[in-house]
């Protein structure tokens, strides 16, 4: 049996969706024993109703009732949650591959498989999603950076993006270019850019 590398499943949870209690403690015990941290989910609205946000993988089974796996899927991508998927069923076609991989799975497992199989599939999603993590957590950054900005910084940051000078935002806002500076430089440093330039880049990378 393969067992993940420690940097592969340190910060990551596996999601367990499934609406089978058996097969939810199978995979628990699987998971356990080559190391992963995972919790399981009895139907898709579970897992929504309890994920806290952190970097995961999601293994769904998509023949569940209520909430099919491809609509819990949308509803992931919708939600821009911070986990990747890897689809379990019993009936895969290419229509289905092409489906589920559109709604953002990263890879499709057809049952039955055996252990080796399973880690070796998700071994590989992981790995695909280092990128996928990466930038999310550059975003959260962002957006954090973005959150402790005073509503007065806010609107100049906005002006900035909009190609106003200092100038042109203290007419604007009806402040003098001095107290506009100060916001200018505030808003700067506390979105770790060192121009105006890169400020931009970065709300076009990260802020939309």
């Given at each position: 049996?393969?067992?993940?590398?420690?940097?592969?499943?340190?910060?990551?949870?596996?999601?367990?969706?499934?609406?089978?209690?058996?097969?939810?403690?199978?995979?628990?015990?699987?998971?356990?024993?080559?190391?992963?941290e995972s919790r399981s989910h009895s139907s898709g609205a579970?897992?929504?109703?309890?994920?806290?946000?952190?970097?995961?993988?999601?293994?769904?089974?998509?023949?569940?009732?209520?909430?099919?796996?491809?609509?819990?899927?949308?509803?992931?991508?919708?939600?821009?949650?911070?986990?990747?998927?890897?689809?379990?069923?019993?009936?895969?076609?290419?229509?289905?591959?092409?489906?589920?991989?559109?709604?953002?799975?990263?890879?499709?497992?057809?049952?039955?498989?055996?252990?080796?199989?399973?880690?070796?599939?998700?071994?590989?999603?992981?790995?695909?999603?280092?990128?996928?993590?990466?930038?999310?957590?550059?975003?959260?950054?962002?957006?954090?950076?973005?959150?402790?900005?005073?509503?007065?910084?806010?609107?100049?940051?906005?002006?900035?993006?909009a190609g106003l000078t200092s100038q042109d935002i203290a007419a604007r806002l009806g402040n003098s270019k001095k107290?506009?500076?100060?916001?200018?430089?505030?808003?700067?440093?506390?979105?770790?850019?060192?121009?105006?330039?890169?400020?931009?880049?970065?709300?076009?990378?990260?802020?939309?």
């Amino acid at each position: 049996m393969t067992t993940p590398s420690t940097d592969s499943h340190n910060s990551v949870t596996i999601h367990v969706i499934d609406d089978d209690r058996g097969i939810r403690e199978a995979l628990r015990r699987l998971l356990y024993r080559a190391g992963y941290e995972s919790r399981s989910h009895s139907s898709g609205a579970a897992f929504l109703k309890s994920y806290d946000g952190a970097p995961g993988c999601v293994i769904l089974d998509l023949a569940m009732p209520q909430m099919r796996g491809e609509a819990l899927l949308e509803e992931i991508a919708r939600r821009r949650l911070n986990v990747v998927a890897l689809v379990l069923t019993g009936h895969a076609t290419i229509e289905s591959a092409i489906r589920v991989t559109r709604a953002g799975a990263l890879d499709l497992l057809e049952k039955p498989f055996d252990n080796d199989q399973l880690l070796s599939a998700l071994g590989n999603a992981l790995c695909k999603a280092q990128p996928i993590f990466a930038r999310q957590a550059l975003v959260n950054d962002y957006q954090q950076r973005h959150a402790s900005l005073t509503p007065s910084e806010r609107n100049v940051m906005d002006l900035i993006l909009a190609g106003l000078t200092s100038q042109d935002i203290a007419a604007r806002l009806g402040n003098s270019k001095k107290t506009i500076d100060i916001h200018r430089a505030r808003v700067m440093r506390k979105m770790g850019a060192g121009s105006t330039a890169e400020l931009i880049i970065d709300w076009t990378t990260l802020g939309k």
